[in-house]
């Protein structure tokens, strides 16, 4: 005669099953691969912001520029008031050690007026 697993056996096995199921969505849909890799991101996403303060030319100026980093690669985005500041913070964030390269994201009076 074969033995059948017991009812808390097979509940067990299936939410086990269904959390490893979920941590691995979570890091796929997220894009960050280890704890490690979010926090190198969230500290070079702090350089960045800590670079536009130390520049003077943006920081005389009035900006919004939202960083964000996934795997070395920084994003900025927000509204900047010309093309020149625009082209300035994304060299100035390119400068900054560990960033892998920079996506532009930002909009300037001429790209958001309608």
Same mark, same amino acid.
């Given at each position: 005669m074969r033995h059948l697993p017991d009812m808390k056996s097979i509940k067990l096995a299936l939410a086990v099953m269904v959390g490893i199921a979920g941590l691995t969505a979570c !890091?796929?849909? &997220?894009?960050? +691969?280890t704890?490690?890799?979010?926090? =190198? !991101? =969230?500290?070079? &996403?702090? /350089? @960045? /912001?800590m670079a536009f303060t130390q520049d003077p030319v943006i920081a005389a100026k009035p900006f919004q520029i939202n960083v964000e980093t996934m795997?070395? @690669?920084v994003?900025?985005?927000?509204? @900047?008031d &010309? /093309?020149?500041?625009e082209q300035r913070a994304i060299n100035v964030a390119s400068k @900054? +050690?560990?960033? /892998? &390269?920079v996506k532009d994201g930002m909009e300037t009076p001429k790209t958001y007026k309608k």
């Open positions: !890091d796929m849909l &997220s894009g960050r +691969e704890p490690g890799q979010y926090a =190198t !991101d =969230t500290a070079i &996403s702090a /350089k @960045v /912001k795997q070395g @690669v994003l900025l985005s927000g509204f @900047v &010309s /093309k020149e500041l @900054v +050690e560990g960033v /892998k &390269s």
